[in-house]
């Protein structure tokens, strides 16, 4: 199983990205995902996430503009973000709780994807 992470960039502040990050081989669910960033010198932070039950959460830095998402049919997960700010600027990584019967789910980690937002 592989995550492939896309959809970063450059971008003017205000503006908007959608990330996207899909799993290839013989899956049979995503369970759980989330998003998370790093920029130079700083820890990997959660950015969003969602659960087996579905509910999302995100971080307090995000909320009201970021919007995760997923697509079962494709393996893919998407993070929405909106009104960008150069605070948002970092490598964002994707990360999938992954079902491969008849194996127990395993969390796998995306590449990362560079979003640079410009003021």
């Known amino acids: 199983v592989q995550l492939q992470a896309s959809g970063g960039g450059p971008v003017q502040a205000g503006g908007s990205l959608k990330l996207s990050c899909t799993a290839s081989g013989r899956i049979f669910s995503i369970d759980a995902a989330g998003w998370y960033r790093q920029t130079p010198g700083k820890e990997r932070e959660l950015v969003a996430e969602?659960?087996?039950?579905?509910?999302?959460n995100y971080a307090d830095s995000v909320k009201g503009r970021f919007t995760i998402s997923k697509d079962g049919a494709k393996n893919t997960i998407y993070l929405q973000m909106d009104d960008l700010r150069s605070e948002d600027t970092a490598i964002y990584y994707c990360s999938a709780e992954i079902v491969i019967i008849p194996f127990k789910p395993k969390v796998y980690w995306g590449q990362g994807t560079l979003v640079t937002v410009s003021s």
């Open positions: 969602f659960g087996r039950g579905g509910r999302s």
